[in-house]
């Protein structure tokens, strides 16, 4: 069991210290994915170039904050902040996509595709990872993700012939998939700090329980000391108040019966006389 703790503990440490695809971007990704799916199912005056347009200055402003809290705070020290890389690749992207509008509009519904395949796909990892930690929601998550996975899969191959169930199958499955990512990355926050302050609590309480049987074993210990000074003392005394027989003055069972049958020789030899 405690091998089991410390492995998802190695797992929850590794996922802090390697940012790239962290908790904190895919809530970003599932918060642009609820507004998207949102703005496009009840406000269809805004079009999907104002969409992307919108999306790559998001793109850019966040990649430049990468960049800037990599520096300020001291994070090129740490051997596995990739913050100045994921910064940059964000920023360049941001950049093409820009430049390249028209295109970036003809392939949406694809590039969407792809992002809620990869949040899925983080999404049954984060199940997994709530089983290994025993919550009983596991199961659900598991199954939601999955569903999702397989729907931006229809998404990506696109099955439809009629072009506007198609734009209205997308819309519902981005604004879905985008608030299913968004309550399963809070979830598993939470569920991490209970497990973390759980375990916690278990340490206390077995370091608290081991000071508690050591401290009686050195009372047993010094309590069995003095009593088995006074009973080798008790011992001594008897021994030195046993009387102690000479042996001058044992009898012994040939020499008794020897002495006796010389008397009755004796007895006899008178008697004859």
Known sequence: MRKKEEKVQEDVQAKKS????????????????????????FVPQITV???CYTVCGVVIIVGIYMIVHYFMTDAYRNLNAYGFSE???????????????SDLVAVFYTVMALVLI????????????????GDVLWILFLILSAALL????VMLINPFEDPAKQMLFCHYLILIGGALGLINMIY????????????????QKAEN??????????????GASPQAKRTAGAETDAQAV?????????????????GEASNDKSDFEDWIQ
Do not use: F, N, W
């Open 118 to 133: 990869l949040c899925s796909v983080v999404q049954l990892q984060s199940a997994l990872d709530l089983r290994r930690m």
């Open 49 to 51: 170039e104002y969409i």
């Open 188 to 203: 598993l926050a939470i569920r991490l700090k209970i497990y973390e302050k759980s375990k916690k609590k278990k340490e």
């Open 209 to 222: 329980q081991l000071r508690e049987d050591v401290r009686k074993e050195l009372e047993e210990e010094a």
């Open 242 to 258: 046993a009387p102690q027989t000479p042996e001058s003055e044992e009898t012994h069972p040939e020499e008794q019966t020897a």
């Open 150 to 153: 397989i729907c931006s899969m």
């Open 18 to 41: 390697t940012s790239l695809l962290g908790p904190g971007l895919i809530c970003i990704m599932s918060l642009l994915l609820a507004g998207i799916g949102a703005i496009l199912l």
């Open 87 to 101: 910064g940059t690749l964000l920023v360049a992207l941001g950049i093409c996509g820009l430049l390249r509008i």
